[in-house]
């Protein structure tokens, strides 16, 4: 038996091609080649109708315009129905003020959740994990974030996340801690002793030969 198809975590790998999937959602059938050509955001959290998921719900609806903004569209997963899902954004459209507006998979069998290795048996043998993957237009898996079931994520994170992944792509170059758009980028470590010392050569925002800056032009 693979780690796939038992319960325990086997999180997919970066940069290699994301699991692909095809489910139910709140929205109807979605597969992940329906995502082709744009970046998308695909998170699980542990239970509908719980208060820290209800949360970050709320959050990525209400920041969804801004990751649409960048190419980048949202969907969520959890083990619950989809008639659990559907009960659970309407009450947060009433409670909250807020439409969820992209789809939420149900995944009852699990099948999506061991693909993606949500499944983490220490925590629950019955509910994902807070696991967050960012996969790009090529459907290649980029980032992979995982939290406990008792911490809520960082919506604002997980868009500067995308950003931070896109201009890497963009200008093959690097982020720095807690890098903003707009911000100053970081070139990719040199690979030679001629490159370092071509580094060196170029003054400007090279502190050393291994930190040199890049200021990334917007026009
Ligand atoms: C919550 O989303 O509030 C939650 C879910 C499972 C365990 C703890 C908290």
């Known amino acids: 038996m693979t780690d ?13 091609p994301a699991p692909d999937f095809t489910a139910e959602t709140t929205v109807g059938r979605r597969s992940l080649e329906d995502f082709a050509g744009r970046w998308l955001v695909l998170f699980s959290h542990p239970a509908d109708f719980t208060p820290v998921c209800t949360s970050e719900l709320v959050s990525f609806a209400r920041m ?11 969907v969520g997963l959890s083990v619950d129905s989809r008639f659990a899902h559907i ?22 069998s699990m099948r999506v ?5 949500m499944v983490h048996s220490e925590a ?5 994990v807070r696991a967050t993957f960012v996969i ?18 960082n919506v604002d994170e997980v868009l500067r996340l995308v950003q ?6 963009s200008y093959r170059a690097a982020t720095p801690e807690g890098w903003r758009p707009g911000r100053n980028v970081v070139a990719t470590p040199p690979e030679t002793v001629l490159e370092a010392a071509e580094r060196v050569a170029e003054g400007g925002e090279c502190r050393d030969w291994y930190y040199s800056e890049r200021h990334l032009s917007t026009d």
């Open 113 to 117: 959740a061991r693909a993606y290795g």
């Open 64 to 74: 969804h315009s801004r990751f649409q903004d960048i190419g980048c569209d949202l």
């Open 136 to 153: 790009d237009p090529e459907g290649i898996l980029r980032a992979m974030l995982v939290y406990p079931m008792t911490t809520g994520r």
């Open 164 to 169: 931070a992944l896109q201009v890497s792509v």
């Open 87 to 108: 009960a659970w954004i309407r009450n947060i459209e009433e409670k909250f003020s807020v439409t969820v507006p992209f789809p939420i998979i149900e995944d009852v």
């Open 4 to 16: 796939h198809e038992t319960n325990a975590a086997a999180l997919p790998r970066l940069n290699e």
């Open 124 to 128: 629950s043998d019955t509910a994902t």
